[in-house]
């Protein structure tokens, strides 16, 4: 996500030739030979002006096979404003394929805006969120993955240290629980075979649901009018998931172990885990943004840590009220 909200007017590019929507053309092609900007790309077209107003843009290579520069002239093309939001118009952009866009306002020509620079910085930016939701941490300029593979030894380990602390304290809590239901683990030692799969279920769900969440807020899809609607949408989604994968761990359950108890354990579980992990996928981050904070710094460490826990707690106590250990 692009930091600081930066307009296309950040990115302006005053290198391009304009001509008037009554000049030949020979005249048009002539000026674009004598132009003597340096950085070329943005000089594949040429912009139509009547009287001072944008008209239009003529590409160099529909130019010279035309019989007159009108013939040439697209009036039906992409064009921003300078106030526009720059990773907005990136998103547009990567549907097209022109080189150079306009940016106008009020009919008036104000520069434009190229594909490589505009492109360069959604790169960049969608770097950085990776980095994030991997839980490493520090500076803009480190979650570059360049900064990061040349930075000092010691700074890459600061940064990404503290989301693994959390991991680790939240390891430590799981296997808390473990402990805490091992007279159910000693009576029925088969439940021990299935916990990588509750964990890993609910993990994916999970990680499924904050990536939603975080790219709904990042285009401003989800926001404070329609928080409530999507939880529950997502909610029912992660409950239809688990039933799903809860009725075929389930029967695998049955034929690999023969038990009609343990299968409806594995179900129920499943079906449990799924849901919440759903919830716990989608809330985090929302809260995280509601308070301020990034969320895409803290989706996958916290997320896989919290549900990590809350699987376990849902698997061992089903597993206790349906088998009466």
Known sequence: MVSGKLTVGDYLRDEYVTVDIEASKDEALE????????????????????????????????????????????????SFRPEDDL?????????????????????????????????ELVEDEDTDDIFKKAGVVDDKQFYRSEKMLHSSILKEVYARLPWLLFALIGGLVAGGVIE??????????????FIPLIMDMGGNVGTQSSTILVRGLTLDQIHEDNYTGFIMREGLAGLIIGLTVG???????????????????????????????????????????????????????????????????????VAKILLGL
């Open 31 to 78: 000026k674009f030979r004598k132009s003597d900007f340096d950085d070329r790309p943005s000089l594949y077209y040429i912009f139509i002006e009547e009287e001072g107003l944008f008209r239009g843009v003529a590409s160099v290579k529909d130019l010279m096979n035309a019989e007159s520069l009108k013939d040439a002239i697209e009036t039906d093309i992409v």
């Open 87 to 119: 990773e907005n118009a990136a998103r547009k952009i990567a549907k097209y394929d022109y080189q150079a866009y306009p940016v106008v306002r009020d009919s008036i020509l104000q520069g434009v805006i190229r594909l490589d620079e505009v492109l």
């Open 180 to 193: 805490g239901f091992q007279e159910s683990l000693q009576t029925a030692v088969v439940l021990a075979f």
């Open 247 to 317: 009725l075929l761990g389930g029967a695998a359950a049955f034929l690999w172990q023969g038990s009609i108890q343990i299968a409806a354990v594995i179900t129920v579980s499943m079906a449990l885990t799924c849901f919440t992990a759903a919830m716990i996928g989608y809330l985090i981050p929302l809260i995280t943004n509601r308070a301020g904070r990034d969320p895409a710094a803290v989706s996958d460490p916290m997320v896989t840590t919290v549900k990590d826990i809350t699987a376990l707690l849902i698997y061992f106590t």
